[in-house]
């Protein structure tokens, strides 16, 4: 029998839910404009002893249309919220000192309403403010601390000749009037016309046109940490001549410093090569330390300083259109390189393609040493995850260290490798600091800066399917559907194609995907053969075939949702970035089941992207030989050939200053031959956009760019016409 007292807790209980109910109805589907709102972060930095974490903080000004950055500090055990740091709106790239008492960060700062090159700061952690230890004209970067914190190596694109006319500007600047007066000379004209040697003379992403100054590598300098209200110091420049130095840290004992290099004049004639190097802190001849048949990237010295592991990428011989990275371990000095993981065909150091990646900060990565140096810690891409593995240094044998199905997109490890700072991304979440625990695999998550929109929106979880392609080769793909999806429904699709080729979509956060299941769609992506992170072969089966059979794999993935029963084949379209562009101009010349198309930082003539991109062609990776001697090859796996076949209405989606995939090689040709041929069809641009439009471009550019792809679509699938494409 029910109490009266029961009975009145029961319908309190009932109001309570009543009044919640409106609260869960407000939830909504996800924005384009929601971009302003995300908040990012990046390069976890985990302290010496294993007790905070400082990062970067990434947040948009939708006023200003831009991005500000800030360092952060959050407490490994939890018991604090993180807190600001730094008090500037371009912080970045923060380095403990081996005691971790001290931060140093590069800041940029604005004068007269310009940003200025980029500086080298340093903070106390008892207190105080931060203080500029450098003041180099274009700039320092990729600030090192040595071991015993009194110095900070730097990267700088300076010269010595430069600093010498800074010291006279500022010795000028003491002067009186008079004296000014007297000197004034007459300047020497100086030439802004550029003579280029280099068949590479551009770089996407850099200012003034992309155009590289080969005059200007960037070098390795050294600076004395000053003490308290000590003078600076002066700079000094320890390596010099034509060729860059990248990737670089103190040797153990701080009396030399490594670093990564090719030098090579014009490594273009050569498949892809660089090896480690040394130098003396007091500058002097490098000497090589390391190389393989291919490239090394990141590094780590072993605890007793005797071995290195790193991440090494053979080039094959012949040479591969994609070569798979592995852990290599090598004693130290002059071991021969050892491949730990030669039986493991999983990618190294991989990774997962989105576009949620913090538009400023670094992605740290290095494989890290065991305190007992019987294991190294690595990432590892891996059909459709990224996930830190364990290596057994003896055996190669791999153990999994996290598991799941998410992208470890960053993290670094504590002195003694026993707690590991990473970010983390899912399909539902941007990404969060979160601190693992090696031994146990378990992660406490550190921040939540986004879980208060997120949880206003109501977001889709996608389903994971394996499918058989025209040969026997199995797919893996994700369908994403709208947030209130009925089976009982037909829904219009979108076919997702990722770039590269050799990249991969999976289990980390796209806003593009789920703001247009939000609008309706049923989105499709996968990973055709040609992708990374399922092996070598599989990786490098479309040499010289790119674009052909990974279009009948996208195409049996189409087939493959249609038998689910909901997908109206009638109201399907297709999109792709970068490669995903290349392959959306193909699909369109070779099908017309897709009733609309947005083809995006596009390849449409192999001829003209192979004289005017900014990287190259010159061995045998995607193509057998050059368009001069075979230009068959070139046109018969280009879209243009076949441009009479376009029934698709077709929009290109284009940055004005992407010299990776140039327009003129893109969508500015399609565009207009398709509109001699009358055919519909729209070119979108972007002013001052690079590649990478979609993961960092201006805040609004990026809003733009997702209206202008649903809305092409909403006018050709659903029939909506908002009057913005208007063409006779």
Known sequence: MTSHRSRHIAALALLALVAAAPAFAQKRGITEKDLFTFVWVADPQISPDGSQVAFVRVTTDEKKDQYESGIWLARTDGSEPPRKLTGGSRDNTPRWSADGRRLAFVR???????????????????????????????????????????????????????????????????????????????????????????????????????????????????????????????????????????????????????????????????????????????????????????????????????????????????????????????????????????????????????????????????????????????????????????????????????????????????????????????????????????????????????????????????????????????????????????????????????????????????????????????????????????????????QFKYPGDDYKDLMAGVDEILKKGYVDENRMGVTGGSGGGLLTNWVVTQTTRFKAAVSQRDISDWTTFWYTADFWLFNPTWFQKAPFDDPQDFDKRSPITYVKNIQTPLMFILGDEDWRTPPSAGGEQLFRALKFLKRPTVMVRFPDESHELSRSGKPWHRVERLQHIVGWMDKYLLGKNTGTYTYN
Do not use: C
């Not at 110095?151 to 694109?157: D, G, K």
């Not at 989105?354 to 990432?379: C, E, H, I, L, M």
């Not at 009982?488 to 076919?495: A, G, H, N, R």
């Open 108 to 542: 940029s700062v604005d004068k007269d309403g310009k940003p200025q090159p980029a500086q080298i700061f340093v903070m106390s952690m008892d207190g105080g403010e931060a203080r500029a230890i450098t003041e180099i004209p274009r700039g320092a970067g990729n600030p090192q601390w040595s071991p015993d914190g009194r110095t900070i190596a730097f990267s700088s694109s300076a010269r010595l000749d430069e600093l010498k006319k800074e010291e006279e500007k500022k010795q000028e600047a003491k002067k009186d009037d008079a004296d000014k007066e007297d000197e004034k000379k007459e300047k020497p004209h100086e030439s802004d016309v550029r003579v280029i040697t280099n068949a590479v003379y551009r770089a996407n992403g850099v200012p003034d046109f992309g155009y590289v100054d080969p005059e200007r590598p960037s070098h390795i300098w050294t600076v004395a940490v000053p003490e308290a209200a000590a003078e600076l110091a002066t700079p000094r420049q320890v390596t010099s001549g034509e060729f860059s130095e990248n990737n670089f840290q103190w040797s153990p004992d701080g009396s030399r410093i490594f670093f990564v290099s090719t030098r090579v004049k014009e490594p273009y004639y050569y498949p892809n090569d660089s090896d480690l190097y040394s130098v003396a802190v007091s500058g002097g001849e490098p000497t090589k330390v390391l190389s393989i048949d291919g490239t090394i990237s990141d590094y780590t010295f072993s605890p007793d300083s005797k071995r290195v592991a790193f991440v090494g990428t053979l080039h094959g011989n012949p040479v591969r259109s994609y070569s798979q990275s592995d852990l290599w371990v090598a004693d130290l000095p002059g071991g021969a390189p050892r491949n730990l993981t030669a039986n493991y065909d999983f990618d190294v150091d991989g990774g997962l393609g989105g576009d949620q990646r913090a538009p400023r900060g670094g992605a740290p990565s290095a494989p890290a040493w065991s305190k007992d140096g019987r294991t190294v810690f690595v990432k590892i891409g891996e059909q459709g995850d990224a996930n830190i593995k364990r290596i057994d240094v003896a055996s190669g044998k791999v153990d999994a260290v996290t598991k799941g199905h998410h992208d470890v997109m960053a993290y670094t490890v504590d002195a003694n490798a026993q707690k590991v700072a990473v970010i983390l991304s899912t399909q539902t979440a941007v990404g969060d600091v979160q601190v693992l625990d090696p031994a146990s695999g378990a992660l406490k998550k550190l921040t939540t800066f986004n879980d208060d929109l997120f949880n206003q929106l109501t977001l889709s979880e996608p389903e994971e399917i394996w499918y058989t392609s025209f040969d026997g080769k199995k797919i893996q793909g994700w369908i994403l559907k709208p947030p209130d999806f009925e089976a009982s429904k037909k829904y219009p699709m979108i076919l997702e194609i990722h770039g590269g080729p050799h990249s991969a979509y999976g289990n980390t956060f796209t806003h593009e995907f789920q703001w247009m299941a939000a609008k309706g769609y049923v989105v499709l992506f996968t990973n055709p053969r040609g992708s990374s992170n399922y092996g070598q072969d599989f990786g490098n089966i479309i």
